[in-house]
């Protein structure tokens, strides 16, 4: 089982479009910091969000004083100020797991530190492939994320419709 360390807006993406089902149903692991998680604040999301959680399909990762000193003092090539933002890559590296997250400079840091780093489109593409979605839906899916989050690559969202679409 892969493991995967989650940021909050891919995990708000597929609340919107409402595929964290789905998501949870993959075949991974998927961690999130403590840091993180306490920066979901709408109550809708804390509800969905504990739900996961209670079930054990959302690892909430709590860090000892040490590593909280430990990642306030990492130190990044692109200046990282957000606390939450350090602790998903400093957990990454620890674990040399997969990081999930739509923000461009964590996404540069994470791969200069030899992570791998995906995003929500890539979530949609792996739920396509496991056969959790099917191919009408996808596209359905890929439309709303493009509303939902207008920093997407959406000349890559276009390409994968017109894909699905042709075949």
């Not at 969202?157 to 699905?164: A, G, P, S, V």
Request: glycine content about 2%; hydrophobic content about 50%; aromatic content about 8%.
């Amino acid at each position: 089982m892969k493991l995967v360390i989650a940021d909050v807006s891919v995990l708000f993406d597929l609340f919107h479009i409402k595929v964290l089902s789905e998501f949870f149903a993959l075949d991974i692991e998927i961690f999130i910091t403590l840091f993180v998680y306490d920066e979901i604040v709408n109550q809708e999301q804390i509800k969905e969000f504990e739900r996961f959680r209670q079930t054990g399909k959302l690892i909430v990762l709590d860090l000892l004083k040490e590593e909280e000193e430990q990642v306030i003092n990492f130190k990044t090539k692109r200046n990282l100020k957000s606390i939450p933002d350090k602790t998903m890559l400093w957990k990454a590296i620890q674990l040399n797991c997969l990081l999930l997250t739509c923000d461009a400079k964590l996404r540069k840091e994470a791969i200069d530190n030899g992570i791998e780093v995906h995003g929500s489109i890539w979530v949609l593409l792996a739920l396509e492939k496991e056969k959790l979605i099917g191919k009408q839906k996808m596209i359905a899916l890929l439309e709303q994320i493009k509303i939902v989050n207008n920093r997407l690559p959406i000349v890559e969202i276009d390409k994968i419709m017109k894909r699905l679409k042709e075949n």
